[in-house]
């Protein structure tokens, strides 16, 4: 990943979970804190390098998941804030998680998810200074919300 002149995001390189396929490949298994263009559910080509460790390479198929990170502001993104964020969203269909260390919330928003809902909900957040959002990976679907 690049590193912006201000230092985000704060690694170049996030390690993901995965699924090994067995064939070069592997079923991407978790919500990316910092990489773009990935989602849970992709599918992309791997290969090992001398430790063993697998390196992410091209995309190979797209899942139809969405990515979108907030930076939780309100309450300067304490667990009970960040945890509030996750109930909010959990109720229109996405699922996700927390990192204390940043103040974040790494949202999956699957296809059959509330997408207007969802996007009317962080546009609204923005707003109200809750958060700051981003779009990490989106498709079409997402895209034809805005």
Sequence with gaps: ????????????VESLWAV??????????????????????????????????LWAGETVRRSENCTIRLIVVRDNGSAAARQSVLDAFHELGTTGEGIERYGMVALDVPPEADLRRIRSLLEHGETEEWWHWEEGCVTAAWKSTD
Excluded at 40 to 50: A, F, H, L, T
């Design 20 to 53: 090994n396929l067995g064939d070069g490949t592997a079923r991407v298994d978790n919500t990316p804190w910092f990489a773009h263009e990935v989602a849970r559910g992709y599918i992309v080509e791997v290969e090992p390098d001398s430790e063993g460790t």
């Design 1 to 12: 990943m690049d590193v912006d002149e201000d230092g985000w995001p704060p690694a170049a």
